[in-house]
């Protein structure tokens, strides 16, 4: 693995280049996020199934149907061994990557924004609830807390932990950014972002670096602000604190729908909201580096950058494209005396090349390399990568899920080898489904032949004051113009929204 980070340290530039192809869920997909290590891929789809592709090999390593509505937000827990998605139905979803089972779930009254795992406590989850007060779940105990806000009137709130977790940071619709202690949810330090005739500009979300204390804050205003997380927390309450850079696009005023940093912190990515096109800046200088161009038409949904290497993966029109480095071959750097030559040259053969012994060599003392030969050398010990590890750590997590494994397909199965007959495990399960009320679509198993699985426990979260007729805005995504233009010919509630046209595709498809 240290071989592979070395390969793969790109030599000066830290940023993809170009296209590098696609990753194809057969269902449409709408959100993606990496593991810490980057090694797999969650995707969400809009039938509400979580695909999990293995990075190195760009396969499919696993299907989970998680949802029956699509899914809007995903993130892996630390040790990767957890997955928790939100669908537009409302629910949050805690699910075993391994072996695909729903360990609990949550029912909010509103729509679910984004939610994001706790960077070091894997019992704690924070969701942001459409026009409310972020909330932050604890998954043991199911119980929850709702976290403080500037302007009861405005619930129009972002939230994200800080890199270690140990600070959240909520942005409200009034330019508002809170500092809140995770443990005790007690206001530490607090600004508000304005513009430059003191106007406010409503938060649409706060990014945090893997690497570093710097976050960065995307404003309706369509430009980007980074701040250092060090200088926010010494200005304390009603500070007034400086980004350290401003990036927008001059030219177009292009809003962004979806910003992050690189795995190392020192690149930050934006994906346009008008089409799909990726704006990456060097962070320390503020200068544009380069733009990606996706193809023509079509609208960007979500962009994430590999913790560890130059790779992007954006999602449009229900596709992830990846994109990386043009990597160029250089024999020249495997060894140091290759020399690379334009045409053929004549060889001249020494006189000694091919004897088994030179009679003639002398004896030289043995140093570097040679004396090298003779010392023991240690294969059993192993370094910790220092790219997957923490600044405040010494060792790597040695439990951490890095990979899946994957089972061979049996074209012609054999009808339930090891478990009970078929009659009998019909006759077990029907009073099962009569105390539920049939409710089949939550118990059906992650994959199919295998055997019905233990329902998970629901949690109803109760948010005072929150509205429960909200719609979330994945479900509200207008189309093109030409949609818009034959609205009056559909049946009412189908006005071309992403989700529901991409439905439509799967049904004139024949799938499931």
């Keep these: 693995m240290d071989n592979f980070l070395l390969l793969t340290e790109s030599f000066g530039q830290n940023y993809p280049e170009e296209a590098d192809g696609t990753l194809d869920c057969i269902s449409m997909a709408l959100t993606c996020t990496f593991n ?45 061994h957890k997955l928790v998605s939100a669908s537009t139905d409302n629910i949050v979803s805690q699910w075993d990557v391994l072996t695909g089972d729903c360990d609990q779930r949550f029912r909010f009254p509103s729509p679910i924004l984004k939610l994001q795992c706790h960077p070091r406590d894997m019992d704690k989850v924070l969701v942001c609830p459409m026009k409310s007060a972020p909330v932050l779940l604890t998954l043991s105990d199911s119980k929850h807390v709702v976290l403080p806000v500037d302007d009861d009137s405005d619930l129009n709130v972002v939230a994200a932990f800080d890199r270690r977790g140990e600070y959240i940071y909520t942005g409200n619709a009034k330019g508002k950014i809170l500092v809140l202690n995770t443990n005790t949810q007690e206001l530490v330090a607090s600004f508000r972002v304005t513009t430059g005739t003191s106007n406010t500009t409503a938060i649409k979300s706060i990014e945090f670096a893997r690497k570093g204390s710097c976050f ?58 008008r089409q799909h096109a990726l704006y990456i800046w060097e962070k320390s200088i503020g200068n544009l580096v380069k733009i990606l161009h996706g ?30 480095q043009n990597q160029v071959e250089n024999w020249s750097a495997f060894a140091p005396d290759f020399k690379e030559l334009d045409e053929n040259v004549e060889y001249e053969e020494r006189e000694s090349e091919f004897d088994i012994e030179d009679e003639d060599k002398s004896e030289p003392e043995q140093t570097g390399a040679d004396a090298a030969e003779d010392e023991e050398v240690d294969v059993t010990t192993v370094d910790p990568i220092v790219a997957f590890c923490s600044s405040d750590e010494e060792l790597e997590d040695y439990k951490a899920l890095l990979y899946l494994p994957i089972a061979p397909e049996v074209e012609d199965p054999e009808e339930n080898p090891f478990g009970p007959p078929p009659d009998a495990a019909v006759q077990t399960a029907a009073p099962e489904d009569a105390l539920t009320g049939g409710d089949k679509k939550q118990r059906q198993p992650s994959s199919e032949g295998g055997p019905a699985k233990k329902k998970a426990r629901t949690t109803t979260i109760e948010l005072q004051g929150v509205p429960s007729d909200e719609v979330h805005p994945l479900l509200g995504v207008k189309g093109d113009g030409k949609s818009k233009k034959k609205t009056a010919g559909r049946p009412k509630g189908s006005k071309g929204s992403l989700v529901s046209q991409s439905y439509k595709q799967h049904d004139i498809g024949g799938m499931d």
């Design 295 to 324: 193809t023509r038409g079509e609208l960007l949904l979500d962009v994430a950058w590999h913790p560890v290497r130059p790779i992007i993966a954006s999602i449009s029109s229900g596709v992830v494209s990846i994109w990386a």
């Design 36 to 80: 810490r290590w980057g090694t797999l891929l969650a995707v969400g789809c809009n039938d509400g199934r979580i695909v999990i592709w293995d990075f190195l090999t760009r396969g499919i390593a696993k299907i989970i149907s998680a949802h029956i509505h699509p899914v809007c937000s995903l993130c892996w827990s630390r040790d990767g």
């Design 216 to 273: 960065l804050i995307n404003t309706a205003d369509r430009i980007i602000r980074v701040y250092d997380g060090r200088e926010i927390l010494t200005c304390g309450r009603d500070g007034e604190p400086e980004p350290m850079q401003k990036l927008q696009d001059l030219v177009n005023r292009t809003p962004w729908k979806r910003c992050c940093f690189s795995g190392d912190g020192e690149y930050i990515v934006a994906g346009s909201a």
